[in-house]
């Protein structure tokens, strides 16, 4: 994996949005050095010997890494990483994830064999902030990169299928849902991403240009200052600069989204290679 991210960073292409160079680059490297540190400590083959709590803090270190390989994976979007290049990123990540939430359950199952009561929680936990944002990401990539067949595991092993209303639309193709759920875990801002559509209506995507205009063009545009005083998501990364939901959601939805390409959050060429 190593390699082939430190390959793409060599030839990025043209940044998807304005960035300082100097500061992607200082970022990429931090993270690409935590996960060669991660690998050379023996990351990958501990499982087998680690019991009870070395187990458990095994699983919290990978925690740690899937989500460095996760703000890497937008770090390639914001600098221009080819679409193919970034599906394979995000083949990448969700495998750390995966393997997270099995080492998880390996721990549950050794600390339970030597008589702890304990009930170890999902992988991902949607209810909180931080882990809405990286369960959000997976699910919108895995749309907008042709990687569909990769939700149901994440779905079932990353969430335990602890999902709400946008979760659940995200994802209800690949897993065959009929109904999604009537929560929303972070009204703010998610809940107004429902409010124009309407059930049994034909999806309209310029419908949700008010939305993409007050969460996300009006956002950025307010000082960091003030973004801090704005009730909204929060997470690592200042949450999202890309609108990968709606994105996503026009792909699996349909129609027109002329009305949503002119906004500088809205990724089209992502959109474009997952409907191509």
Same mark, same amino acid.
């Given at each position: 994996?190593?390699?082939?991210?430190? !390959?793409? !960073?060599? *030839?990025?292409?043209?940044?998807?949005?304005?960035?300082?160079?100097?500061?992607?680059?200082?970022?990429?490297?931090?993270?690409?050095?935590?996960?060669?540190?991660?690998?050379?400590?023996?990351?990958?083959? !501990?499982?087998?010997?680690?019991?009870?709590?070395?187990?458990?803090?095994?699983?919290?270190?990978?925690?740690? $890494?899937?989500?460095?390989?996760?703000?890497?994976?937008?770090?390639?979007?914001?600098?221009?990483?080819?679409?193919?290049?970034?599906?394979?990123?995000?083949?990448?990540? *969700?495998?750390?994830? &995966?393997?997270?939430?099995?080492?998880?359950?390996?721990?549950?199952?050794? =600390?339970?064999?030597?008589?702890?009561?304990?009930?170890?929680?999902?992988?991902?936990?949607?209810?909180?902030?931080?882990?809405?944002?990286?369960?959000?990401?997976?699910?919108?990539?895995?749309?907008?990169?042709?990687?569909?067949?990769?939700?149901?595991?994440?779905?079932?092993?990353?969430?335990?299928?602890?999902?709400?209303?946008? =979760?659940?639309?995200?994802?209800?193709?690949? =897993?065959?849902?009929?109904?999604?759920?009537?929560?929303?875990?972070?009204?703010?801002?998610? *809940?107004?991403?429902?409010?124009?559509?309407?059930?049994?209506?034909?999806?309209?995507?310029?419908?949700?240009?008010?939305?993409?205009? $007050?969460?996300?063009?009006?956002?950025?545009?307010?000082?960091?200052?003030?973004?801090?005083?704005?009730?909204?998501?929060?997470?690592?990364?200042?949450?999202?600069?890309?609108?990968?939901?709606? !994105? *996503? =959601? $026009?792909?699996?939805?349909?129609? @027109?989204?002329?009305? &949503?390409?002119?906004?500088?959050?809205?990724?089209?060429? &992502?959109? @474009?290679?997952?409907?191509?």
């Amino acid at each position: 994996m190593l390699p082939r991210w430190r !390959a793409l !960073a060599k *030839a990025p292409g043209l940044p998807r949005r304005t960035l300082r160079l100097p500061d992607w680059q200082a970022d990429w490297n931090a993270g690409m050095a935590l996960l060669a540190r991660h690998a050379r400590n023996g990351g990958e083959s !501990a499982e087998e010997t680690l019991q009870g709590h070395a187990a458990l803090e095994h699983a919290y270190g990978w925690e740690t $890494v899937a989500q460095t390989g996760s703000n890497l994976l937008l770090k390639g979007i914001d600098r221009g990483f080819a679409p193919a290049a970034l599906q394979q990123m995000h083949a990448d990540v *969700a495998d750390l994830w &995966l393997e997270h939430a099995h080492l998880l359950a390996l721990a549950r199952d050794s =600390l339970q064999q030597q008589g702890h009561d304990i009930a170890l929680a999902a992988s991902l936990q949607p209810r909180t902030t931080q882990h809405y944002e990286y369960a959000l990401q997976l699910l919108s990539l895995g749309v907008l990169l042709d990687a569909q067949d990769r939700l149901p595991a994440l779905v079932e092993q990353v969430l335990c299928f602890e999902t709400d209303r946008v =979760l659940d639309y995200l994802s209800a193709p690949a =897993l065959g849902l009929a109904e999604a759920s009537d929560a929303i875990f972070h009204p703010r801002p998610f *809940a107004e991403l429902f409010a124009p559509l309407r059930d049994g209506e034909a999806f309209d995507p310029s419908l949700l240009a008010g939305y993409l205009q $007050v969460q996300y063009r009006d956002f950025f545009l307010l000082s960091p200052k003030a973004q801090k005083r704005t009730r909204r998501l929060t997470g690592p990364n200042a949450w999202g600069y890309w609108a990968l939901e709606v !994105a *996503a =959601l $026009v792909v699996l939805y349909g129609g @027109d989204d002329a009305a &949503l390409r002119t906004c500088p959050h809205y990724p089209s060429d &992502l959109v @474009d290679f997952a409907r191509r």
